[in-house]
């Protein structure tokens, strides 16, 4: 089982600037999964508890000289703890800033190695970085799980394959923050919010407790996928009885969710994407949130990049 690659300086930038910043705030530890085109990171895919999210990268989006080879069709996983790794990253930039021209001047390497740590008999999996300078190596290692066996890749495989269902419906949030800035009032409020997306382009996002209901709306919003005209006599109804309205017709969805899980799926806002699509998955099985990402300098999808969240029903809502 080997891995070896050198990390690009727009790699560099992904992962220590933009990405690794906005999965440690999903969760501490999640499951770095290699294969012979692609490093994807995944929380929480395989306990099926708290927020889903998945990073994937093109193995060129990130690397060069990528080198991966296993007796599992060249696949390898394992778990790894995001802080650290970031750390690592961090750390080994700067060296490379400080007695280089940069990342890319000093070459910075990542690979898998086995070795012996002190005050100890057995050897460990570590995930290394190597910046070799004019004179000097400065390698930083980060402790990593034993690498996942055949059955538990196919069983993570089976989770990811699973994971990329698309909802019928989803609909573009123009602004990430406005929706941050109203969860953060919520969360003072309840802990259990509701949300219906409608084939209008409608999002309703509201908390109740036996005091107070709290609300906001999003209309008229980008949809992809199934769309509908509003019917003109709804205009003048309120939010709340529109999108019961549409839920009754079959052009809207309703889940309830956690306003914690949903705080943390807006955290995603560090990877800097470029727009964020909404959408209830069929049977109100879970809530999807999509990131896009634009090639740098245009409106084109960058499609080596990709991140989505999944974020637990608390109640299957309707619809």
């Not at 992904?14 to 499951?31: N, Q, S, T």
């Not at 089976?158 to 019928?168: E, I, K, R, S, V």
């Not at 919003?221 to 709804?234: F, Y």
Request: charged content about 20%.
């Amino acid at each position: 089982m080997k891995f070896k690659a050198f990390l690009t300086e727009n790699g560099v930038n992904l992962l220590e600037k933009r990405f690794l910043p906005a999965l440690d705030k999903m969760g501490k530890i999640c499951h770095l999964y290699l294969n012979r085109d692609h490093a994807i990171f995944l929380h929480n895919l395989l306990n099926g508890d708290g927020v889903q999210s998945i990073a994937q990268f093109r193995k060129e989006a990130l690397f060069d000289d990528y080198r991966i080879s296993s007796q599992n069709e060249d696949r390898i996983a394992f778990a790894v703890d995001i802080s650290l790794l970031h750390r690592a990253l961090r750390s080994s930039v700067s060296i490379c800033t400080e007695f280089g021209n940069g990342p890319t001047a000093n070459r910075l390497q990542i690979k898998l190695v086995k070795k012996l740590p002190p005050n100890s008999t057995q050897p460990m999996p570590f995930l290394t970085f190597e910046t070799k300078g004019y004179k000097s190596a400065v390698i930083q290692d980060v402790p990593i799980s034993k690498p996942m066996s055949r059955a538990q890749v196919l069983e993570l495989q089976t989770a990811l394959d699973m994971a990329q269902d698309l909802p019928q419906t989803l609909v573009q949030v123009p602004d990430l923050n406005q929706l941050q800035n109203f969860v953060d009032r919520m969360r003072h409020v309840g802990e259990l919010l509701n949300i219906s997306i409608s084939k209008y382009g409608d999002l309703h996002i509201q908390i109740s407790t036996t005091l107070i209901t709290l609300g906001a709306e999003f209309q008229k919003l980008l949809v992809l996928g199934e769309r509908a005209d509003a019917p003109s006599e709804d205009l003048n109804l309120s939010a709340q009885t529109r999108s019961a309205r549409a839920i009754l017709r079959g052009d809207a969805q309703s889940v309830q969710v956690s306003v914690k899980h949903f705080g943390k799926s807006l955290q995603c806002h560090l990877a800097k994407p470029d727009c964020a699509f909404y959408g209830i998955a069929p049977q109100g099985a879970c809530l999807t949130v999509i990131f896009q990402f634009f090639i740098p300098g245009s409106h084109q999808m960058d499609k080596s990049i990709s991140l989505h969240c999944r974020l637990p029903v608390l109640d299957q809502g309707s619809g």
